[in-house]
């Protein structure tokens, strides 16, 4: 083994790491981010591009469901300053997210996929295989908010710097077991791959996952749509999709962890409602 090969992988990895800290909004959270919101936003445009040139044919302008998405969009953008300034008087954490900076667009698209995203900058879509799931624009709105957190909260450059990190670490540990017997070599590669991809990055995808949920809800809250819709919502998503991999396998939390989730961030978020809304509920 050598070890001078790890020690000094460590140590610029602490550097790379302490270096590049910044806070979340919303959160407060402490997170690794490397690159600028205006690079994100030029990945996230040639991302999208790509999406929808390779959807091309599938994509829905005109009609009822894309003028509803439009709409829901435009309410949970609007809503988020609001939404932050006053998680921010409540619990006083959290970055200043540079509205200015995103370029919101969402489009739908004909598709089977129960799903959404909101690229990195602001680009969105959805599919209309989650309208039958979502059944009504509260459940679709804590969707949209749900896929708009991840975008303002920088979790695409997140995971980026984190995948960085853990390639370092990689390639610093085959260079220092490159002396190794090549079978036992195989079996520590294989050993710190999979503590990698169970102790560090499913974990760490989980996270940003129910920080997503929550940001996402209090976004739909402010945006004037019932949060309660989301339980239903998550209860719908269970039914589908067969058989799932364990928790602790897997990117996402489980369908019974997300509802828990949100039933115990539900009072906030009838708060967050209550004070950015004018109708009584």
Not at 111 to 133: E, H, R
Not at 167 to 181: C, K
Request: charged content about 20%; proline content about 4%.
């Amino acid at each position: 083994m050598r070890w001078w090969v790890l020690i000094l992988a460590a140590g610029y990895l602490g550097y790379y790491y302490l270096s590049n800290r910044q806070e979340a909004s919303f959160t407060g959270r402490k997170q690794l981010v490397e690159t600028t919101v205006e690079q994100d936003v030029a990945l996230g445009l040639q991302a999208y591009r790509d999406i929808l040139s390779g959807e091309r044919g599938n994509i829905v302008t005109e009609g009822e469901t894309p003028e509803m998405v439009r709409d829901i969009a435009q309410r949970l953008v609007a809503a988020g300053p609001k939404v932050e300034a006053l998680l921010k008087q409540s619990n006083g954490v959290g970055a200043d997210t540079p509205w200015d900076q995103f370029e919101w667009a969402v489009s739908v698209i004909e598709s089977d996929q129960a799903n959404a995203f909101c690229l990195p900058g602001g680009k969105m879509a959805v599919y209309t295989g989650i309208l039958p799931v979502a059944q009504n624009q509260d459940a679709l709105a804590a969707v949209m908010g749900h896929e708009i957190a991840h975008a303002i909260l920088r979790h695409g450059a997140e995971r980026m710097a984190h995948q960085k990190l853990t390639q370092i670490g990689t390639v610093a540990a085959g260079v220092a077991t490159s002396d190794m017997d090549p079978q036992r070599q195989q079996m520590v590669m294989a050993a710190i791959g999979a503590g990698a991809k169970f102790g560090y990055m499913l974990p760490f995808s989980r996270e940003h996952e129910s920080e997503a949920d929550y940001v996402g809800l209090m976004l739909a809250a402010g945006a004037c749509f019932d949060p309660n819709e989301s339980i239903g919502l998550w209860e719908r998503m269970g039914a589908t999709g067969g058989q799932r991999p364990p928790e602790f396998m897997s990117t996402h939390p489980s369908g019974e962890t997300r509802i828990q989730n949100l039933q115990s961030w539900m009072a906030d978020a009838e708060k967050v409602r209550a004070a950015l809304c004018e109708q009584t509920f």
